[in-house]
C-alpha cells in the first residue's frame, strides 16, 4: 500500500530508565565478513555509566550475534543485582524472537532457550525495540569486541574512545531520522515536533567528540608533569 511507504522525520535520542531502573543497551559488529563480537552498557537514571562489556563471538549469523549479546547482557547485569531492567535491542526480529521464544536455528534455539530462563526468573524486565541512533554506546563496544579475544571483556568505567558517545547520550542530542508514518499509527506513538533545538543539537556531536579528544589529551600532558 502506498499508504505504508510515507515516512515522517523523527528525532531518536538515547532515553533513560525510569527512576530505580537500569538500562540495558546490547548490540553486535562485523568485521572481515566472519569476525563477529557482541557488546553493551548498563546505565542508571541520569545516564551514568554503570557498567559496559563486550566480547568476540567468532564466525557466526548477524542474528545469532543479537542473541549472544542479550544473553550475555542479561547475564551480566543479574551478576550486578539489578532487579528492574529496561533492555532495548535495535534488532526487530530478536525482540520479537525472545517475546515469543520461537526460532527454528538449533543454535538460536539454545540461546533463546537460555534467554527465557534467565527473563522468568524473580526480576523485572522490559524489552523493547530501539532506533540504531539510540544504540551508538552499544555498537561501539560490539565493535571494540572484534578485536578482543573470546573471553568476556568488563568495563567498570567508559572506555575513552567512546566517551563522546556517552555524552552525548546523556545531553539528549538527537539524530533525525525517517520513520514509517505507519508505525507510529499502529503503535500509539507520535514523531517528535521538529525544533531548531533538536536541529542544532543534532551537528554537536562531532564537536563533542573533538572537544573530549582534547581535554583527554590535556589530562594525560598533566599526569605527564
Not at 157 to 168: D, G, V, Y
Request: proline share 3%; aromatic share 8%.
Amino acid at each position: 500500500m502506498a499508504f505504508n511507504r510515507q515516512r515522517v522525520i523523527d528525532f531518536i535520542r538515547w532515553r533513560p530508565p525510569q527512576v530505580n531502573w537500569v538500562k540495558l543497551n546490547t548490540d553486535g559488529a562485523c568485521k572481515g565478513g566472519n569476525i563477529v563480537g557482541c557488546g553493551g552498557i548498563i546505565r542508571g537514571s541520569d545516564g551514568e555509566w554503570i557498567g559496559g562489556f563486550a566480547k568476540l563471538i567468532g564466525d557466526c549469523s548477524a542474528f545469532v550475534a543479537e542473541l549472544w549479546e542479550v544473553l550475555e547482557g542479561l547475564r551480566y547485569v543479574r551478576r550486578m543485582g539489578y532487579t528492574s531492567v529496561e533492555l532495548n535491542v535495535d534488532c526487530v526480529s530478536v525482540e520479537k524472537t525472545i517475546k515469543e521464544g520461537a526460532i527454528d536455528s538449533r543454535l538460536g534455539r539454545a540461546l533463546v532457550n537460555k534467554i527465557c530462563r534467565l527473563l522468568e526468573m524473580d526480576w523485572n524486565i522490559v524489552v523493547s525495540h530501539s532506533y540504531q541512533e539510540a544504540n551508538r554506546c552499544a555498537d561501539a563496544l560490539a565493535n571494540i569486541a572484534c578485536s578482543l579475544d573470546y573471553n568476556l571483556k568488563i568495563y567498570e568505567t567508559c572506555p575513552t574512545q567512546i566517551r563522546h558517545l556517552l555524552l552525548a547520550d546523556i545531553m539528549g542530542i538527537a539524530t533525525p531520522r525517517l520513520i514509517s508514518l505507519y508505525f507510529f499509527l499502529v503503535s500509539g506513538l507520535r514523531p517528535s515536533i521538529l525544533s531548531k533545538k533538536n536541529i542544532w543539537l543534532s551537528f554537536f556531536l562531532p564537536i563533542i567528540k573533538l572537544k573530549s579528544t582534547i581535554l583527554l589529551k590535556k589530562s594525560s600532558i598533566e599526569l605527564l608533569i
